[in-house]
């Protein structure tokens, strides 16, 4: 096949990843679901990740996202994942000045708020559009022992594609 896509949850994910490198499956185009923006996904396997996509990513060269990453292993004591990590905290940033925007806690002031204003966050400025975050990275890829945001590839941050997908190295 040249193309291997599954909407998978982490489980099935890494599961997924095992069996193509034990079957010796090596697609020019890999996309995996839920589980591939985890660190403990790309220590599992490693280099072995190049080339490997899946949900989400974030402009990793970003000097923001580098100092969140760090203040969140600094607070936890590991990593957060390579999206969704992220994007609760662009909410919680979005959700605090939309609070102090209006002075209160006031649920239907603060939602027309969310829903009209401009918000900076740690992925840049970001606006809903129709109530929904739209200026998201939605495909990420390992290049490099790290999960970069690579499409929409018209996105600022964006990394280029590595196609194909490097074979599995051999165990």
Same mark, same amino acid.
């Given at each position: ?5 599954? $909407?998978?949850? +982490? ?5 997924? !990843? ?13 996309? @995996?679901?839920?589980? #591939?923006? @985890? +660190?403990?996904? &790309? ?13 989400? &990513? ?17 607070? #936890? ?5 390579? $999206? ?18 209006? &002075? ?6 603060? !939602?027309?708020? @969310?829903?009209?204003?401009? %918000?900076? !966050?740690? %992925?840049? #400025? ?10 998201? $990275?939605?495909? &990420? ?17 964006? !990394? +280029?594609?590595?196609?194909?997908? +490097? ?5």
């Amino acid at each position: 096949a040249d193309s291997f896509i599954a $909407f998978s949850y +982490p489980p099935d994910t890494f599961l997924l !990843t095992e069996q193509a490198k034990v079957q010796g499956l090596n697609p020019k185009a890999m996309y @995996l679901g839920i589980g #591939t923006a @985890l +660190p403990a996904y &790309g220590q599992k396997f490693g280099a072995d990740l190049e080339g490997v996509m899946g949900l989400g &990513g974030v402009d990793y060269g970003s000097p923001v996202i580098q100092s969140y990453f760090k203040r969140h292993k600094d607070l #936890t004591g590991y990593e957060p994942d390579r $999206f969704t990590a992220p994007l609760v905290w662009v909410s919680l940033q979005m959700l605090q000045q939309s609070i102090e925007r209006v &002075g209160k806690v006031d649920r239907a002031a603060v !939602t027309q708020e @969310l829903r009209n204003g401009s %918000f900076e !966050t740690i %992925f840049g #400025t970001v606006k809903l559009q129709n109530q929904i975050l739209r200026d998201l $990275f939605y495909v &990420g890829q390992w290049q490099n022992g790290e999960y970069y945001g690579v499409a929409p590839i018209s996105k600022k941050g964006a !990394t +280029p594609i590595v196609m194909p997908k +490097p074979a599995w190295k051999k165990s």
